[in-house]
C-alpha cells in the first residue's frame, strides 16, 4: 500500500467515524476565528471557549479590537496563557486587518502571515474553514497521530503540512484535519491510546509494530 492510498483509507475511515468534521474551537464570524486560534496555542480549545464569549462581547470585530486598551486584553485573556503576547499581537495583528484589509480576514497564505501572531496553523484553518480552500492544519494532534500512521516521519509542522498536502485529497484535507482532532481526543490519546477502538488500527503502522 502506498502512503497516497494508505491516506485514502485513513480519510475514509475517519469520515465514517466522526462524520461532522468541525473546528471545536466556537466562534461565530472569520474574526473570531483567528483571534480563538490565536489564543488556543499553549492552551486548550475548552479554554479558549470559556473566554472567549466575555471578550467578543467587549470587541466584537477588528475595527473594536485594534482600538482595545492591552491591559484590558491582557485581562480577558489571562487564563490562556501568554497573555501579554497574545494581547499584543492580536491588537496589532486587529489594526493591520483594518488599515490594510478594510476590516476584512484575508485569503491567501502570504497575507495571513503577514497579521501579527499569525503562523502557518491558524491561516490553514481560516483558508480551510472560512474561505473553503485545500488546507492542512498540522496541529499536535495531526502531527502525532500521522506519525503513528506512517504517512510522514517528521515532527516538525511546515514539513508535515507539505507532505500530507502530497497524499490528501485537496477536497477532504481540511476536514481530515479537524477529525484527526476528534480521534486525538477521543481515541488515540497521546500516552494511553486506544489502539484496539482504533478505526484505523488495520493500517497503522504503530499499532502493526506492536502485535
Same mark, same amino acid.
Given at each position: ?29 472569520? !474574526? ?6 490565536? &489564543?488556543?496555542?499553549? +492552551? ?5 471557549? *470559556?473566554?472567549?464569549?466575555? &471578550? ?7 475595527? %473594536?479590537?485594534?482600538?482595545?486598551? %492591552? ?10 496563557? !501568554? !497573555? ?30 503577514? &497579521?501579527?501572531? *499569525? ?40 514539513? *508535515? ?18 477529525? +484527526? *482532532? ?5 481515541? +488515540? ?14 493500517? +497503522? ?7
Amino acid at each position: 500500500m502506498t502512503k497516497k492510498e494508505k491516506a485514502a483509507f485513513c480519510a475514509a475511515a475517519l469520515k465514517k467515524e466522526y462524520p461532522d468534521a468541525l473546528c471545536q474551537l466556537e466562534t461565530r464570524t472569520p !474574526f473570531e476565528l483567528l483571534v480563538a486560534a490565536r &489564543l488556543s496555542a499553549q +492552551c486548550t480549545d475548552a479554554r479558549v471557549n *470559556v473566554v472567549t464569549p466575555a &471578550l467578543f462581547e467587549r470587541f466584537p470585530t477588528a475595527e %473594536a479590537f485594534a482600538e482595545a486598551d %492591552a491591559g484590558e486584553v491582557e485581562e480577558l485573556i489571562r487564563s490562556c496563557g !501568554f !497573555f501579554h503576547t497574545k494581547a499584543r499581537e492580536l491588537i496589532e495583528a486587529s489594526k493591520r486587518i483594518v488599515s490594510v484589509y478594510g476590516g476584512k480576514i484575508p485569503d491567501s497564505m502570504d497575507d495571513l502571515l503577514s &497579521l501579527p501572531g *499569525v503562523g502557518r496553523k491558524t491561516a490553514n484553518l481560516i483558508l480551510g474553514d472560512v474561505y473553503q480552500k485545500p488546507a492542512v492544519v498540522a496541529d499536535t494532534h495531526m502531527i502525532r497521530i500521522s506519525n503513528l500512521l506512517g504517512l510522514v516521519s517528521v515532527k516538525d509542522p511546515k514539513k *508535515v503540512e507539505f507532505e500530507l498536502r502530497e497524499l490528501l485529497d485537496p477536497a477532504e484535507s481540511n476536514d481530515f484535519c479537524h477529525r +484527526c *482532532v476528534l480521534h486525538g481526543r477521543a481515541v +488515540c490519546i497521546a500516552r494511553r491510546p486506544r489502539c484496539g477502538q482504533c478505526v484505523m488500527n488495520s493500517f +497503522c503502522d504503530a499499532f502493526t509494530d506492536t502485535r
